[in-house]
DNA sequence: CTGAAAGCGCTAACAC
DNA sequence: GTGTTAGCGCTTTCAG
């Protein structure tokens, strides 16, 4: 900063006062400092000038998994919303590697870094790990199902979602499903997908049939369900996410099974491209309207006062798919 | 960090002396230090920390399009991979608004967190813009094509791909293809495969129908293709994404097109899930190696003192899939 | 082994 | 209008 200074001829102060825009700066001078900027290439320093303001014009996103498309997708558009109003965003990711340290981890570095604003799209275990820093900067979760009652929240509507769900399968015809239920510990979204999915399946009269799954791997619980619908039990898979979906179509295929003539196979998510030619009946999460709402909530916090708190869930939509249709004669009662 | 001081009963140096791990005090004290930390909550403020020491524990990576499979899957290896060698990553995204100014503003919003690496896995249309910065701070290229003299560049070996899907489409017997060129200026990665497979297939003896396509949407170049299969002038589409692959194959189901019976079908990236189920024929970018070498790279420089500069280009591998078939009778001579 | 003091690059009153 | 000065939270000699 000094070295632009001096080659505009002028004081740091001043330099400071065009690089914020303030007023009361002379055009030429401007002008000035301006062509020394552009070409000593000077960068300002984003720590020096938080460090100054006590202030950071930053917000985080911590991200669980940018590997899946939902979470890629997620990441997008909070990007793009962000820079709309004028946030300016970093992206920050636990490390895939065991253990539930890695969030914290992560959440640390956000912390250290002093963002203004903090964009939580992760399961953090602990919500009191998040309750600890209410105080100190404006925190949003985002896509999350559970949450803390003084943190704002836009999440999904994951129960309607395995409603939905339900009463499609049971429209078709469909009374003896299995539905893949992981728990909660490996996700809670699914978990509540599936959960809801159960319990409407029950209240109609149909006989779900839970297959509990506790490791994350999507092929999990699929060679079980392979297995019931070959000894005739089920007419019906659904699946709480395409992921495992799609794992399990491709068992199915594997094992001689044809969809929908042997078994209907349903996931969530909507998400993935080429779903269409696949033919997968979901259900698309609104991701879009997620990260549009939590973005305008976290710039509302950031610049104004800080509002009371919200929470929101949104509702998918229904995705028909060839993959769900009536059951086979064979299951008929 | 003065509470934490006053907490601990000692002064502001021994803190952060505790905070760097320096050797030199006394076990006691340390635990004394450590204790008020976890008890005040204090997470150090890191942008003070390199504005003292004039460095910086994170590096950046500069991310295209985290919707697009291939970003998505780049994101979490380079996330790993900096995990295990002790790097801090943090993740910048260019506005998707049209214009090139925002990867500029994304690589200026690193470049003012003062980074200590610059990871780039971006098309920033000009390479000058980083060569500026060159001296100041490690740059590496990760899977972009183009890349400066001076900069590391870990990259996918796209001219290969060309060759490799002409290859396989030649080995199959088609004569007649029609190959989607995207414009340099939409994307380098889709277009360079693209004039591979026309230089090969023309090698060849074979007449490949080149189908210019200046816009980003996956759609483009659909309609023209299918038209160009309706009237029986080629016998295989070659596209050089599985995004754009996935995009026609949907617009030739529309037109009543079965695939490979009417027209042979291939892509490139093979990240998407459920891509075995479509049975898209197309080539895996070795994503994961990618990563890891880009990574690798980064933590030499960040470390140790500047390496020579290196370039890689890796090679993806083929996967076969239904959609490539021999041709149909009434193509062939 | 620990404390005091001088900055790191920048902003924000306050003078001129 | 522009320059001066005193920190922001931390590290790092240099004494003790």
Known sequence: MDEVAAEAKVSRATVSRVLSDSAGVQEETRRRVLGA????????????????????????????NPRKPVYGLLHGEVQDRADEVGLELITVVPSSSPGVRNERRALHKLLGLRVGGLLIATGVSRTEDL??????????????PECHDEIHGISYDEPAHGRMIAEAVLA?????????????????????????????LAEAGARPERLPVVRSAPRDGCVEAVELVRRREVSCVCLPSDE????????????GLVVP??????????????????????IRLPVATVAEQAVRLMAEQVHGAGAPVE??????????????????????P
């Open 311 to 332: 929470h929101h869930a949104h509702r998918g939509t229904f995705l028909p798919g060839r993959s769900l249709a009536a059951p086979p004669q064979h299951a008929e």
């Open 172 to 200: 078709h015809g469909h009374r003896r499903v299995c539905v893949i239920a992981p728990a909660e510990s490996v996700s809670v979204s699914e978990s509540q997908r599936a959960e809801a999915m159960i319990t409407t």
């Open 37 to 64: 900027i552009n070409r000593l290439g000077y960068v300002p320093n984003l720590m020096a000038q938080s460090l100054a303001t006590r202030s950071s014009p930053v917000v985080g996103l911590l991200l669980r």
């Open 131 to 144: 309750a600890q820093f209410l105080g100190v900067v404006p925190v949003v979760a985002v896509g999350r």
């Open 244 to 255: 495992r979906a799609l794992a399990f179509l491709a068992a199915a295929e594997r094992a």
């Open 261 to 282: 003539h042997d078994v209907s196979v349903t996931g969530v998510d909507g998400i993935t491209a080429g779903l269409d030619l696949v033919g997968l009946a979901t």
